[in-house]
């Protein structure tokens, strides 16, 4: 009895399914140690007990801030000890070079900048409530709590803005 060619494929095919089980079972599989390499393990040591001090975090210092302070300034003055306000309009077109100069003054004096377009009536409201200065444009150095130590009514230059930044703190 002779067999056909696809019968002699199909039993190859399964003859080499077989072989490659097996070698993966074996390969794979779990072996038990043998009694020489379990006689070699020795029982761990005694554990050693470490104590880990972790360094408390540092305390962020609470800040104190005036009561009635724009929220504006309240934020800037709650991340630097001094704030630079520049009070200006945005309809009129002059205001812009001075809140140019005072922010370039408060960037120079590693001092927050807040800028007030009293344009918008909310922050006219909150800025004439909290510094009783009317005039547009002025710029207003303020220190922790939220003390004004420097203002200035009309145009100023950044050397000024950064200086009085710098000696208010």
């Known amino acids: 009895m002779t067999l056909s060619t696809p019968v002699k494929i199909v039993a190859l095919a399964g003859l080499a399914l077989v072989l490659g089980l097996g070698g993966i079972v074996l390969l794979f599989g779990k072996h038990s140690p043998s009694p020489s390499a379990a006689a070699a393990v020795t029982p761990p040591a005694a554990k050693a007990h470490f104590t880990v001090k972790v360094a ?12 009635g302070l724009p929220s504006v300034l309240r934020s800037a003055l709650e991340k630097r000890q001094v704030a630079v306000v520049a009070i200006f309009s945005s309809k009129n077109t002059s205001d812009r070079s001075l809140l140019a100069e005072a922010r370039a003054g408060a960037h120079q004096a590693h001092a927050a900048f807040v800028a007030a377009n009293v344009a ?50």
């Open 120 to 169: 918008l009536e909310d922050v006219a409201l909150g800025v004439a409530t909290w510094s009783h200065n009317p005039a547009s444009p002025a710029v207003i150095v303020v220190r922790r709590p939220g003390k004004v130590v420097f203002a200035v009514s009309g145009p100023t230059d950044s050397a000024t803005v950064a200086q009085a930044a710098l000696t208010s703190r």
């Open 56 to 67: 408390p975090k540092p305390h962020k210092p609470v800040v104190h801030l005036l009561p």
